[in-house]
Every structure is written in structure tokens, then in C-alpha cells.
């Protein structure tokens, strides 16, 4: 049987800074990268990842998805308040313009074409953004202290620091098997108010929303704010991304 493919949309930085930190760029080049677990995980679920760049015209990148049995929209940097039609409150960190319109196309033709689409941390604040939703800038400046810290940069990225709830016959909660799951937290803004056929399927103990599903397409579209690519030794989180590859088939 044929594996499927699935494209991994990539962290795109304008400046020279990764290639000349490693000390194999020179001045001037612009960059794509994505963390390896990306890649891992696909592969032990069964999947053949490949990975889909930034490119200088977003509709050169129309035959590549057509071709892909789904795609994972990736982490990475902030998105641009501008992305839903509001300004910077001074909370955000390092955005950039050029990838959250490369990975709005992606999202947005990638459902219409029918694909199964999973997206992770700012994957999945990029899905509910392309369908019209918004977001928080920064969860603990922007709750009065309702919401708590979820940047655990201080932790293993495979060490799990809070529960979600999963709601009842949700994908995820289908996945799973059970309402309450343990989770690793590596964020400071989060989905908000969700977009067109977009319906929030998981919240943290503070109440943040951190899994999504949209309808209308493919019956996988379905975003998490968590990283399940990174607990690489949990046979549970692996549950989310063979999901994903069992949809892609």
C-alpha cells in the first residue's frame, strides 16, 4: 500500500540570520526550515512527509498540494495581528507578513481541494484565522489574569504540564477515547473567537481554547495547540498524528 503524502508547511525568515549563525549562509539569503520532530512524527506514523517552501508566488504551490493526500501546518512565529483585521497591542513577538499569507493559501486551498488538513500551535491558530476567526495576542496580558502562563519553555518539550477537555464525540476526543488529556504547552497566544465552520473541541483547565475542527470539506480538518510531534516517546500523542495519516489514506 502506498504511503501517503503530506506536505509540511515550513518557517519562513526574510533575514540572513539562520544561515549565518550556523555559519553556512551568506549575507543577505533568506531561509525555510522546520523542526525535525515534524518530520519524525510523520514518518513513524506511517506517512511520507515533504516539505512544502515559501515561494516568491503562492500559486506556484497549487500542483504540489494538488498532489498531497493532506497537509500539516506547522509552528513558529506569532501571527500578524493584521492577518484579523487588528493592530499590534505591543503583545506579540516576532512576526512575519510573508509566512502567515503563505500558510493562509495553503490552508485555505488546501481545504478546498479536500484535503485532510492537521494543524499544531500556530498551525492551528493559522486554520481558525484563513476561515475568519481571531485571536489573543497574549493570553495572561490580555484575561486579567484569568488565563494562565503556557509558554513552559523551563520544561522538556515531551513533559506534559496541564489537561485539556476534550468535548464529547469530537474528533479528538474519538482519538483519544476519553474527555481529559494530558498535554505539553509551548504558546502565549491562542485561538479566540472561532471563524466560518470553525468549532473550538478542547479547553484548558483556565479555559483556553486548544483544539478546533472546521467542517464542510474533508472529515479530518482538525487543529491542536498543543505538540504532539514533540512527545515522541508517547504511544498516546502518536494517536493524533496516525489519525491524521490514517485520514490522508
Known sequence: MRKPLIGITVN????????????????????????GDYVYGLEKAGATPVLIPRTADNETLKPLIDALDGVLVSGGHDVDPASYQERILGHCGRIVPERDA????????????GKAILGICRGCQIMNVAFGGNMYQDLEKESDGKFLHHFMGN?????????????????VAQIFGKETLSVNSYHHQAVKEPGENV???????????????????????????????????????LKVIKAFEDACR
Open 12 to 35: 519562513y525568515d526574510p533575514l540572513d540570520t539562520v544561515g549565518m549563525e550556523s555559519l553556512m549562509g551568506i549575507t543577505g539569503q533568506d531561509w525555510d526550515f522546520v523542526a
Open 102 to 113: 503563505m500558510d493562509i493559501f495553503i490552508t485555505r486551498y488546501a481545504y478546498e481541494q
Open 155 to 171: 520544561s522538556p518539550r515531551n513533559r506534559v504540564v496541564h489537561k485539556d477537555t476534550l468535548a464529547p464525540g469530537s474528533i
Open 199 to 237: 468549532t473550538f473541541t478542547a479547553w484548558s483547565e483556565d479555559g483556553v481554547p486548544e483544539a478546533l475542527e472546521i467542517s464542510g470539506k474533508h472529515p479530518f480538518v482538525v487543529g491542536v495547540q498543543w505538540h504532539p510531534e514533540m512527545m515522541f516517546d508517547s504511544e498516546e500523542q
